[in-house]
């Protein structure tokens, strides 16, 4: 089967660091996407991991085990921008579909 | 500027009445994918075409049908069978073939049926 787990929603203050994770199963895996979504509107490309590490994009990084099937989205330096649901997206092997999941809602207080 | 296009942005249809969302896209990207996101949930997969005249149903497609007549171009139809189809509706491209690729995303449109 296939089961993506994020928590619902996180709080964090201007300027500090959150991390989101993210755990799957999915039949054949083919890399992970971290899309970021503002209310209402489409989804943005943020990472992709396929290897195991740590992939740094300015204030945002992203980790990937695939032994364990998880992987998490690091923010630094938090915006009040940042406030955003923040979906994990996993793609199965041998086809282009990704899974989502319901995504976390991130609330940045100042 | 290339781009994904989405229209209408919000749309209001009766019940029982057929609708179709346009898709449009002109970044040369072989694949397209339509999906359904209700509030609070993540993306759930209706349709999905990787090229020109082909497509395969997704997780929810039961009450919908699409056409891949043009590469640049994957409309979706919500019909009546559909049960509960008030819903933010995205549309999605990527380019296709060996290594995965990012999708890109349509603005999206909100269908509420009354």
């Known amino acids: 089967g296939q089961n993506i787990d994020q928590p619902t929603e996180m709080t964090a203050t ?3 660091i959150v991390q989101i994770n993210c755990t799957y199963q999915t039949s054949g895996f083919n890399g992970l996407f971290w899309y970021q979504q503002h209310a209402g509107e489409a989804p943005t490309f943020l990472s992709y991991n396929v290897l195991d590490g740590l992939e740094e ?3 945002f990084s992203s980790f990937l085990s695939r032994s364990k099937g998880y992987s998490y989205l690091l ?6 921008k940042d406030s955003a649901s923040y979906l994990c997206a996993p793609c199965t092997s041998g086809t282009y579909k990704y899974i ?4 976390t809602r991130l609330k940045v207080l100042a | 500027d290339g781009g994904i296009t989405q229209s209408p942005k919000y749309l209001f249809r009766k019940e029982g009445q057929n609708v179709t969302l346009s898709c449009e896209q002109n970044l040369n990207h072989d694949a397209m994918y339509w999906y359904r996101q209700d509030p609070g949930q993540g993306l759930r997969l209706i349709y ?6 082909d497509f395969q149903k997704g997780d929810i497609a039961e009450g919908y049908s699409v056409s891949r007549e043009k590469k ?16 933010f509706y995205l549309c999605a491209s990527s380019m296709a073939g060996g ?7 349509g603005p999206g ?4 049926v009354l």
């Open chain 2, 99 to 105: 290594a995965v690729h990012e999708q890109f995303f």
């Open chain 1, 100 to 103: 989502f999941g319901t995504g």
């Open chain 1, 57 to 59: 994009k300015g204030r």
């Open chain 2, 109 to 112: 449109t909100r269908l509420t």
């Open chain 2, 48 to 53: 999905y075409s990787q090229i020109v005249n």
């Open chain 1, 75 to 80: 923010l630094k330096e938090l915006q009040m």
């Open chain 1, 14 to 16: 201007e300027g500090a």
């Open chain 2, 72 to 87: 640049e171009s994957f409309p979706l139809t919500v019909t009546s069978a559909q049960k509960n189809p008030t819903a």
